[in-house]
């Protein structure tokens, strides 16, 4: 999830907002990135987020990458795992998320 600031130094999330053209939830106008959280289901490793139901897709996610770049990168995945139909090896359950 991403973390907007204000001015005024209070801290939003990204459901604060929602834009009705693009049909997605935003920090609000008056917000810039601040930081992300990311759910404990979600890993990273070697600086890298990963798909949470296939775990082959990844995106650069380390502190080498910038706030802006993590805020696009943050958005593969989440569409990534709308798409994304693979097997849990631990459960053996079928995902499809189309």
């Given at each position: 999830m991403k973390i907007g600031k204000t001015k005024a130094g209070l801290f939003r999330p990204?459901?604060?907002?929602?834009?009705?053209?693009t049909g997605s939830y935003f920090i609000g106008s008056d917000a810039t990135l601040e930081t992300f959280w990311l759910p404990e289901d979600h890993e990273l490793e070697d600086d890298i987020l990963s798909c949470r139901i296939c775990k082959d897709f990844g995106v650069p996610f380390g502190t080498e990458v910038d706030v802006k770049m993590k805020g696009r990168n943050l958005e593969k995945p989440r569409r990534h795992e709308l798409a994304c139909t693979a097997v849990d090896d631990n459960s053996n359950e079928v995902y499809d998320n189309g």
């Open positions: 990204e459901q604060h907002s929602y834009n009705d053209t």
